[in-house]
């Protein structure tokens, strides 16, 4: 050993610099090797990928970097971008000549903050909903009220309006901030203003439904704890009836002694100037809201050890399930005059609208099945053990933990209807995408168009359609931590 | 349970029909009844009233009557002297073929979209999500009539595929030319596909117009038999490994079995295939394939095909990680490892939502309105419909066919869900 | 499941339109407006504007009848229909009469229980075809693949006609005139066929039209004209007579422009009459005396709202033709008043 250390030539007494790891381990190399090299069939994946994604770039950029945007017609579009020594172009012009259409349809051009408005509260309304009890409600209130008062902004509405609904917000904000369970009340009568403020016309109509509504709610309290759940229900409804057809139409004698009284209202606007995002809209979230109530009770249903009951929920569903969505459609528009009384006569939006929440129903009946089906059996257990009857089993301890886990299915439900509102093009309403868009191309100046206002009705869908899809993955993910 | 129902016996009251637990469940289903009974009379009667009023009746006798119009695709023979339950025949036949290649189009690009998504490969997993996110939060409506677009807009026109005498003389090319070696033909207004012709056909004989033809059916039964044989083949292969332990080539052994008998056949009859050919306005010859086939096949295929992926993914994901594990562990490939380890069982989760994808699809084949393909709703629900005024009857028809449809698809892949279920036992 | 009761209940107590009556003319005057079932949007017959006004030569039919009926032009809704929608919005009662070029056919008008109660515009099926395709007959498209627009009496006549001369085709069908239109310029289809009106406004919109041309075959008789109900005399009648009175006033020389003139100073008994001066002409229709004299004020008389819509000065160019009134060789020809 000594021998070896005298000989020793040479001893390294300090460390050497850790040196880099090899070029094909380290940095965008090792990232490329790992990820996308990292074999031959891989290799080859990955060059397909760049292929295709050259080929749609180099189909498409050209066309979107060439885009007008000032033109009064397309022939004019097509000069200034031979101007430009281009060959091909978009021409944009046409979304800023009509955008309006594509989100409004024919509805008042000065009147547009009422759907803006109705837009915003929506989801003020949707707040406790979402956030019980919880300040993050009132985050989003403040949130979209901001955007709301924004969006009118750019719409140029009139200044009392922006101010008022300044006010508006601030003070549905302070309220969702100070007393979160109240804001639920904003949700109870969040339908009653949005039609008001979409549809117009005196708001005594809308005010006295809503108190006679609230009258056959207090009847049900009162007369519950004397006769019972089931009756109380029973003459509630019956009163509710005779308040609106029976001999004496209280309603109108309501509304007119109201009418005196408020003697205001807003321009009403007709179902038939709906079209665009704001027909899609409409026609979606009042779907879906109803469909929701009729989904719930036909799950039951199809629960039920009741065989007539579960044989006509299954039959139900299994129909609107069998059947696509347009033939649904045209019956609202072609048969539904033969199966209600002669010579009553409704809406076209409304029919679509009636056919859309029974088809949705059923999907969500689908949806909510899932999510009792997805309840421990023990919970069904528990409940008969507490001494719970049927229906307070079923709203104290089996709806909430079923319609908290459906909530993903619903929002995909919604997403799926909410796409499928393009179809009402087939009976003549003006869709953003195909009923919008025929009636722009029908003008003289923009026939011959075709894309642009493809591509600009896909991207506002997609951005919508995304966008919700996440938050109901966002919300998959948080409602499972809440179980596991 | 019964036990605790049992009451003294103190004879019947009227307030037990509500209150009696034993009762109620009569009372609610016989007033459930009443209510329905009521509803479904309601109706009747209205659409009686309403036909009454319109002078109309319910007669579905105008399905034997001369249509009178003209169908650009047809699977059986059609002119337009046939009548319109025909059209609706070709227009059902039409739908059933759409939905048909598009389930399977669909599932392919599903299941290979779905493994991609979590392939290791970061460039493709990304665009494999931006094609899913993309055509799932689209609607079907704007791929549809894009698809069809770029058929008609982007391929040339028929006229320009002709070589001229001066072009000839010249030299130079035509503006267009056919694919794939010269025997498809695509162009703005249809595509032309080469067609098999037998030179010695067996001939045949017609049903209701319908051919049915000797040649095909004895095709059919070839191969039928070849398959049946096959199988025979590998369960004696299966033995003989069973009894020795080594399992004897089988791969050409198969191929000769399934491949041969037909391949003779063919040649008996004198295969040849018939290619499209430029003359007078059109490439003729061959199939043709309308457009709005061919968009509406891909648009569905591409659309369904999404969501089939996210089933897909989440059938994998589903599977626990100690299954691939264990794989790697016994030293199989990862191609090999999620063939026959992941995917059999990811089978199990994918079937269910599986089957709800494949009835959409068939349903929105509807949407083939968009480019007015002539499917049951084109016939049936749209040109008939227009030409007789038989609203109530061509709707509740269509309806009552699409759910049979829907009911039969159904039943048919649940009746295969059951077979690969997990027994337990 | 609350919310839902409340807002059914609403819904229908809001939208519910009430029951209507059997005479036409008595709920469009409860309703005070009348409403039109229209064109989804054919460019010069009936088109909503940018500001969702419909205009166009059929729209300009509607809106004189609102005239006739409330004394002012603009109480009429227009409900776009397709061709498939059309016949049921009308039979159900959703729309008082269709004016959308609908062709007067003997089964519509027997076996829909529709009432033509006259023809606004003679017109007839032809093709239209690229120049250098070198056809110059309808005869010679052997072959050819046609554009049709589907749910209409076009198809039919078109399977006639080609069977009638024993040559083929290959249909193309789809949905309305502007995807026509696409499908003919991008060369999808060697013909287009429709109405002759409305190749012409077509053709006319095309950024090469003299490189198109429209054959000479006019393969059928288009009657097209306002459609209402079967069974309401009264409202056919009403319908009817707006429509004559605006070829008479074109007849008598009648314009927008001199109609204030006309009525103080004309002394031909027939306008006297026609206008509301002489006799209670209104009253037998259950109008005002001066029904006519607002319909014509509305937008003019026939040969007005052809030129203004569709006539040579506009971008769609057509000629009066067949049009054109029976003095100076065509077919309007409307009855006496008296």
């Not at chain 3, 509305?298 to 160019?317: H, L």
């Amino acid at each position: 050993m000594s021998d070896t250390d005298s000989q020793t030539v040479f001893v390294r007494h300090q460390m050497l610099d850790p040196q880099l790891a090899p070029v094909t381990e380290r940095g965008a190399v090792k990232w490329m090797r790992e990820n996308l090299f990292s074999g031959t069939f891989n290799t080859i994946l990955t060059l397909l990928g760049i292929g295709a994604v050259y080929y749609l770039v180099s189909a498409s950029l050209p066309w979107l970097l060439n885009g007008v945007w000032n033109a009064n017609s397309l022939s004019e579009c097509r000069q200034i971008i031979a101007d430009n020594g281009g060959t091909t172009g978009a021409c944009w012009a046409l979304i800023k000549a009509r955008w309006h259409q594509f989100l409004f349809g024919f509805y008042p051009q000065d009147s547009y903050w009422r759907p803006v408005l109705a837009f915003g509260l929506l989801f003020v309304a949707l707040a406790p909903v979402l956030y019980w009890n919880d300040r993050k409600g009132a985050i989003m209130v403040a949130v979209s009220g901001v955007l709301t008062v924004l969006a009118m902004i750019g719409l140029s509405s009139p200044g009392t309006v922006d101010l008022f609904t300044i006010v508006l917000m601030a003070a549905l904000f302070a309220l969702a901030w100070v007393m979160p369970k109240k804001l639920v009340l904003v949700t109870l009568v969040y339908p009653f203003v949005a039609f008001f403020l979409l549809w117009g016309g005196p708001i005594a109509g809308p005010i006295s439904v809503l108190l006679g509504l609230a009258a056959a709610a207090w009847l049900v309290m009162a007369l519950q704890p004397r006769i019972g759940s089931i009756l109380a229900t029973i003459l509630a409804v019956v009163a509710v009836a005779l308040l609106f057809l029976g001999p004496y139409p209280l309603t109108s004698l309501l509304s007119s002694a109201l009418q005196t009284v408020t003697g205001w209202g807003l321009p009403a606007v007709n179902s038939d100037q709906f079209g665009g995002f704001l027909l899609a809209f409409v026609i979606g979230i009042t779907s879906i809201s109803f469909s929701l109530p009729i989904g719930v009770i036909l799950a039951l249903g199809r629960q039920s050890d009741m065989f007539l009951v579960k044989t006509l929920s299954v039959g139900f569903i299994e129909f609107i399930r069998g059947v696509p969505l347009i033939t649904l459609l045209f019956t609202a528009s072609l048969l539904l005059q033969y199966f209600l009384p002669p010579q009553t006569n409704f809406d076209l939006i409304l029919r679509v609208i009636i056919l859309a929440t029974l088809f949705s129903a059923a999907y969500l009946a689908e949806v909510i099945r899932g999510g009792l089906a997805a309840l421990p059996r023990g919970q069904y257990e528990a409940s008969d053990a507490l001494g719970l009857n049927y229906w307070q089993a079923q709203r104290l301890i089996i709806m909430p933990q079923a319609l908290k886990i459906s909530i993903p299915g619903i929002v995909s439900t919604f997403i799926g209807l909410f796409k499928d509102t393009t179809l009402v093009s087939f009976v003549g309403l003006l869709d953003p995408l195909r009923g919008v868009t025929t009636i722009v191309r029908a003008d003289i100046n923009w026939k011959g168009i075709y894309w642009e206002p493809y591509i600009f009705v896909g991207v506002i869908f997609f951005v919508i359609c995304f966008g919700m899809s996440r938050y109901s993955m966002y919300l998959e993910r948080k409602l499972k931590t809440d179980h596991r | 349970m019964a036990l605790a129902t049992e009451t003294p016996d103190t004879g019947f009251r009227l307030s037990m029909l509500i209150y009696d637990t034993r009762f109620r469940a009569i009372t609610i289903q016989v007033i459930v009844l009443i209510l329905f009974l009521l509803f479904l009379g309601w109706l009747v009667d209205n659409t009686i009233q309403n036909l009454a009023a319109k002078d109309k009746d319910i007669n579905f006798s105008f399905l034997w009557n001369r249509a009178g119009y003209d169908i650009d695709q047809q699977l059986i023979p059609w002119n337009n002297d046939m009548t319109h339950g025909r059209a609706a025949i070709i227009g059902l036949l039409n739908t059933l073929v759409v939905a048909f290649f598009g389930c399977i189009f669909a599932t392919i690009i599903g299941v290979v979209v779905g493994v991609l998504r979590l392939s290791k490969n970061w460039l493709v997993s990304r665009l494999m999500t931006v094609y899913v996110e993309a055509f799932r939060n689209v609607p079907l409506l704007l791929w549809i009539i894009l698809v069809y677009v770029v058929f008609s807009e982007i391929r040339p026109a028929p006229k320009d595929f002709r070589i001229t005498d001066e072009m000839a003389a010249a030299g130079t090319a035509p503006a267009a030319h056919m694919n794939l070696w010269d025997s498809v033909a695509i162009t703005n207004r249809g595509s032309n596909i080469p067609a098999p012709l037998l030179d010695r056909p067996l001939g045949g004989f017609e049903v209701f117009d319908v051919p049915i033809n000797f040649s095909v059916l004895a095709t059919l039964a070839v191969i039928i038999a070849s398959i049946l044989a096959n199988r025979a083949f590998l369960r004696r292969v299966r033995a003989v490994q069973e009894d020795t332990g080594i399992r004897p080539t089988t791969w050409w052994k198969s191929l000769l079995i399934l491949f041969v008998p037909v391949s003779l056949l063919l040649w008996a009859l004198g295969l040849h295939l018939e290619y499209p050919v430029l003359k007078g306005f059109n490439f003729q010859g061959g199939i043709a394939v309308a457009h709005s086939f061919t968009a509406l096949l891909i648009a569905l295929s591409l659309y369904t095909g999404a969501f089939i992926a996210e089933v897909v993914r989440a059938g994998i994901l589903a599977i626990s990680r100690g299954q691939t594990e264990a794989a790697f562990a016994l030293g199989m490939r990862p191609n090999r490892t999620m063939s026959l380890i992941i995917l059999p069982q990811a089978l199990r989760v994918i079937i269910p939502p599986l089957i709800s994808q494949f009835l959409n699809l068939t349903k929105n084949t509807s949407l083939g309105i968009a480019v007015s393909y002539l499917d049951l709703r084109g016939t049936l629900g749209g040109i008939t419909l227009n030409q007789t005024g038989r609203e109530l009857e061509c709707m509740l028809l269509m309806m009552l066919i699409y759910l049979t449809i829907s009911l039969i698809i159904s039943s048919i892949m649940n009746y295969f869900n059951a077979s690969v279920k997990l027994k337990e036992r | 499941m609350k919310k839902s009761v409340l807002l059914g209940t609403f819904a229908a107590a809001a939208l519910v339109s009430g029951m209507a009556s059997a005479a036409t003319l008595d709920d469009v005057k409860a309703r005070g407006e009348l409403i039109c079932g229209s064109n989804t949007g054919l460019t010069g017959f009936g088109a909503p504007d940018a500001n969702g006004e419909y205009q166009g030569f059929d729209a300009a039919l509607c809106k004189a009848l609102a005239a006739a009926i409330f004394g002012d032009a603009s109480k009429v809704k227009f409900v776009p229909t397709t061709g498939e929608t059309r016949f049921t919005a009308l039979a159900s009662g959703e729309v008082d009469l269709l004016v959308r070029n609908s062709t007067w056919t003997y089964s519509r008008d027997n076996d829909l229980k529709f009432d033509f109660v006259a023809v606004n515009y003679y017109d007839g099926q032809g093709f239209m075809v690229k120049k250098d395709l070198g056809v110059s007959s309808a005869k010679e498209l052997d072959g050819a693949t046609v554009c049709i627009q589907t749910g209409t009496t076009t198809e039919l006549n078109l399977a006639d006609f080609f069977k009638a001369n024993n040559i083929t085709y290959t249909p193309v069908t789809v949905a309305d005139d502007s995807e026509a239109q696409r499908q003919y310029v991008a060369g999808a289809c060697d013909a287009y066929t429709t109405d002759a009106s409305g190749l012409a406004a077509s053709r006319a919109t095309l950024a090469d039209a003299e490189n198109h041309i429209i054959l000479p075959e006019i393969i059928s008789k288009e009657p097209l004209g306002p459609v209402v109900r079967h069974g309401d005399n009264q409202w056919g009648d009403i319908v009817r007579w707006v429509y004559f009175s605006l070829v008479i006033a074109e007849e008598k020389g009648i314009t927008k422009a001199n109609i204030e003139e006309v009525a103080s100073t004309s002394t031909d008994p027939e306008v006297r009459r026609l206008l509301g001066l002489e006799g209670e002409m209104g009253a037998m229709m259950g109008l005002d005396n001066n029904w006519a004299k607002n319909a014509i004020a509305a937008n003019g008389n026939y040969g007005e709202i052809f030129e203004a819509n569709i006539g040579t000065a506009t971008p769609i160019g057509l000629a009066r033709g067949l049009n054109a009134l029976w003095t100076q060789g065509g077919l309007q020809y409307a009855p006496p008043v008296r």
